[in-house]
Structure formats: C-alpha cells, structure tokens
C-alpha cells in the first residue's frame, strides 16, 4: 500500500540555520512527489514537485528537494532559514494507479527561534 | 492566479444538523476532491470526483457524507447528520489532468459540531 512517513513531527531551528525536512514514501511505480505548506489557519500551499528529470528540484521561498530513488526519499532542505518560515510541511505521494490522488505525511511543525 | 475558492471560512453547527461546505473550483479543471483534516492530524483522502461521479472515496466517506457538483461551477460536500468527530477542517482541491499536475487547494472549510 502506498504511504508516506515524515518521522519527524517538531523540529526546531534558530534563523539562519539550514533545515532538512525527511520524508520517506512507499509506492511501487514512480511516484509524483510534492511538499506543501501550511501556516497556521491556512490553506495548503505547493512548494516544489517532482515527476521525473532531474532529481533535484527547486521550489518557491527558496526550498529545494532532492528526489533519491534508492532511498525512497524526498527530503526538502532550505539553506537559510527565515522566521516566516516558521509552518507545518507535508510531504505527499501522487498515485498513478487507479484514482490520481494524494497521499500525504502526517507532517512536520517547524518552529524557528529568533 | 486562479484559485479554489471555499465557503464559508467557519462553520459551527450542533451535533445531528447537516452542513454543506461550498467549493468552487478552478475553472478549467475537471478532477475534484474533499481532503479534511482534524486539528493536529494529518490531510486526509475523503473522495474524488470526475466527470460528474465519484471516482474513489476512502473509508471515512460514509453515507452519512454526498457530493455534488450542481452547476458548472460549485463543488459541494453534504454531511446529513454530523457528529463530534465530524469537526475538522475541510479542503477542497482540483486539479487539470490526472497525475502531471499538482492538486490546487482552497484555504479549507473549519468545522466546528458542538
């Protein structure tokens, strides 16, 4: 069965730091991958996608996510962070089979420190 | 940009009254869903909608929960009689083709069953 893991539910960073946000997926044929963000009493906003190519993407805000197959990883990292980054991230799997839909992470809150 | 829309923001209603949560839809896109959320838990699947049907729906869909498209442009979920655990925000999303595109999400619905 498809799945997505984000084993980290908090992470906290002081501004200016490098962040990396983990998320592991479970699908058996090529899977479209997306990270989202939500602010507090928000909407879901599309950081970056992968579908194929390079598997290094870039995403808006400065975030980037790097796709390794052998892994089943698509972790996303941001090398400076700023406070209005401070948000929940979700990690989502898009299926291909049957019904497109997605799949997401049970996210991960990031704090950011002053 | 165009954007999904969802109405109303807020919703509280007690417990055994029914609720409609209003969607409209990116315009060209053909392939609708509900996703809800409950506070401090992940995005959940609750059904995807094309071609004026369901295509899937998971097992939190039950028959308590219906959709509907009523015009060329709305984008509806009924719940007939809710419930305590009812309460959630509730995210409408769409997309233009199956799998290439990315899921684009209005800002939710809160509910609120008291």
């Known amino acids: 069965a498809q799945s997505v893991t984000q084993p980290d539910i908090h992470i906290t960073v002081s501004e200016g730091a490098s962040l990396e946000l983990r998320c592991n997926y479970s699908?058996?044929?090529?899977?479209?991958l997306f990270w989202y963000v939500q602010s507090p009493g928000q909407g879901l906003q599309l950081l970056l996608k992968?579908?194929?190519?390079?598997?290094l993407v870039q995403g808006i805000k400065g975030f980037e996510a790097e796709f390794k197959r052998s892994q089943s990883s698509f972790n996303l990292r941001k090398p400076s962070v700023h406070w209005s980054d401070a948000a929940e991230y979700f990690c989502?799997?898009?299926?291909?089979?049957?019904?497109?839909?997605?799949?997401f992470g049970t996210g991960t809150r990031l704090k950011v420190l002053a | 940009e165009p954007e999904v829309t969802q109405t109303p923001s807020h919703q509280v209603t007690q417990m055994g009254q029914e609720v409609i949560l209003r969607c409209v839809p990116i315009?060209?896109?053909?392939?609708f869903y509900w996703y809800r959320q409950i506070l401090g838990q992940k995005v959940e699947f609750l059904v995807s909608?094309?071609?004026?049907?369901?295509?899937?729906k998971s097992e939190i869909f039950d028959d308590q929960f219906s959709v509907e498209r009523p015009d060329g442009s709305n984008f509806t979920l009924k719940i007939r009689s809710t419930k305590l655990e009812d309460s959630a925000m509730y995210f409408c999303?769409?997309?233009?083709?199956?799998?290439?595109?990315?899921?684009?999400f209005g800002n939710g619905t809160r509910l609120t069953v008291t």
């Open positions: 999303a769409s997309t233009r083709d199956r799998a290439v595109s990315p899921l684009h």
């Open positions: 992968y579908f194929s190519g390079d598997t």
């Open positions: 909608f094309y071609n004026n049907e369901i295509s899937e």
């Open positions: 699908y058996g044929a090529t899977p479209y």
């Open positions: 989502a799997v898009g299926t291909t089979s049957g019904t497109y839909k997605y799949i």
């Open positions: 315009s060209n896109h053909l392939y």
